[in-house]
């Protein structure tokens, strides 16, 4: 493919909202620093996108906008093809006729390459196709590349993650201001942290697409992103916030992996952190990651995981390695999912019966004499040992909370013991319940 002209590569971007605007606006800025550090013009030679209107305010030259994409996935001058569409549907298609050619393909698309993971590594075996997604997990930051390139050494042991900025945002001001969840995400959606239909982030899908990933990257293994476990915020009340922090937490929602050696344990939740772990200062709208490996020990990242310039920076950054390995006659010169094909293995999930960790349970009790006693009974038969024990006001009527931190126990029993206690006359509502991640308690 004849795609390097003199020391410029062409670049054709499918998608042209808010970060293929980012991206467009990036290339255009830094194109003389980054041909002053890579020693080639990085030339946005296309951009489809179905509405003109998109890009009107990007002053691109004549014949650059195209409503086609297949105008650039069939261009043989463009080597590199950025998907900035998202979703599953017909960014599909674009990414793997790229593919198919034998293109590189960027890609911010968590939800498509959770999904279609298998699909992608077939179609670059096939035709030498290249895939790289660094913005997909975490935006600007290099979760990707970490575990791709600088850790390479490592044997990744578990990686905790916070990967979602809305709910990060949401969550960060329902403990600052005390406010209830629906009032968080209205203040989210009018600042432009939320999506309109703020679903797929508040219910934590959002998150197990990126954990998807980073599971396949760490570990070698192909995971199901549906048969992760996943709790999202909605339930998170400003009581368990202000209670959790009593006992020296910050509640964050979790991507959590672990690495079992014959299992691996993949859960995204609402989780309690000590104030001493570092991802417990990750305010607003922020993401970090924190990546546990046997040489490394604890690595943390942390930046901004969405936004137009962000995420743009990331997309560019993979442009820029692409046009490299190109330069140099070396695409794929990294295996898309880390590992060589023959090396991926099918490790089981844990299942979440099977998880242990420690628990904030919040129970809405009558406050009569005996009612400690009955609840801690039926924690006592499931095997649950209590670390502590908290109870807010005294009533003569009507329920008061009493919540207990627990010694780590089997999910499976803790659930059992919940329905349990729920169905006790002194019990006025279903108990709440968040894990604990503490390892200066385990
Ligand atoms: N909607 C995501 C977030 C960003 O709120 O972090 C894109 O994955």
Redesign the pocket.
């Known amino acids: 493919m004849d795609n390097l002209s003199g020391n410029s590569i062409s670049v054709g971007l499918i998608g042209c909202g808010i970060v293929g605007t980012g991206v467009a606006k990036l290339l255009a800025q830094s194109r003389e620093l980054v041909a002053s550090r890579v020693g080639i013009t990085i030339n946005l030679a296309k951009v489809a996108d179905i509405n003109p209107d998109t890009v009107a305010a990007l002053d691109l030259a004549p014949g650059v906008y195209t409503n086609d994409a297949m105008e650039i996935i069939n261009d043989p001058s463009i080597p590199i093809v950025v998907e900035l569409i998202g979703g599953q549907g017909i960014a599909k298609d674009f990414v793997l006729a790229a593919l198919n050619q034998g293109k590189t393909v960027v890609t911010?698309n968590?939800a498509l390459v959770a999904a279609y993971r298998d699909e992608i590594s077939a179609a670059c075996e096939a035709s030498g196709g290249d895939f790289l997604f660094e913005a997909?997990v975490g935006?600007c930051m290099p979760v990707i590349k970490s575990l791709r390139e600088s850790l390479v050494s490592n044997r990744v042991d578990s990686i905790f993650g916070i990967?979602?900025?809305?709910?990060?945002?949401i969550l960060t001001q329902i403990t600052q201001e005390g406010i209830p969840f629906k009032e968080a995400l209205a203040q989210a959606q009018e600042l432009g942290?939320?999506?309109a239909d703020p679903t797929?982030?508040i219910e934590g899908m959002?998150t197990v697409?990126?954990l998807a990933l980073c599971v396949a990257l760490a570990f070698g293994t192909r995971v199901n992103y549906k048969e992760i476990y996943v709790d999202g915020i909605t339930r998170i009340t400003p009581l368990d916030i202000t209670i959790a922090a009593e006992f020296g937490y910050r509640v964050k929602l979790l991507a959590i992996t672990k690495n079992h050696g014959d299992c691996v344990e993949a859960r995204v939740h609402p989780t309690m952190i000590p104030f001493d772990n570092l991802l417990s200062s990750v305010g607003r709208?922020m993401?970090a990651v924190k990546i546990v490996g046997d040489a490394v020990g604890e690595m943390v990242l942390y930046g901004a995981?969405?936004g137009m310039m962000p995420?743009a920076s990331a997309v560019v950054g993979d442009i820029v390695d692409a046009a490299r390995n190109i330069k140099l006659g070396c695409h794929p010169r990294i295996p898309a999912f880390s590992y060589q094909p023959q090396a991926i293995r099918d490790l089981p999930l844990m299942p979440m019966d099977e998880v242990s960790t420690r628990y904030y349970v919040r129970f809405s009790a009558l406050d009569r004499p005996g009612v400690l006693s009955k609840i801690a009974g039926v924690l006592a038969r499931y095997s649950i040992s209590i670390a502590s024990v908290h109870q807010k006001g005294r009533h003569t009527e009507g329920p008061v909370p009493i919540v207990m931190l627990t010694h780590e126990a089997r999910e499976a029993d803790i659930q059992k013991a919940l329905e349990e206690i729920s169905g006790l006359d002194v019990i006025a509502e279903k108990p709440m319940l968040i894990r604990i991640e503490d390892q200066n308690q385990e």
């Open positions: 911010a968590k997909s935006g990967l979602n900025g809305t709910c990060n945002y942290f939320a999506e797929l982030d959002d697409h990126k709208n993401n995981g969405a995420t």
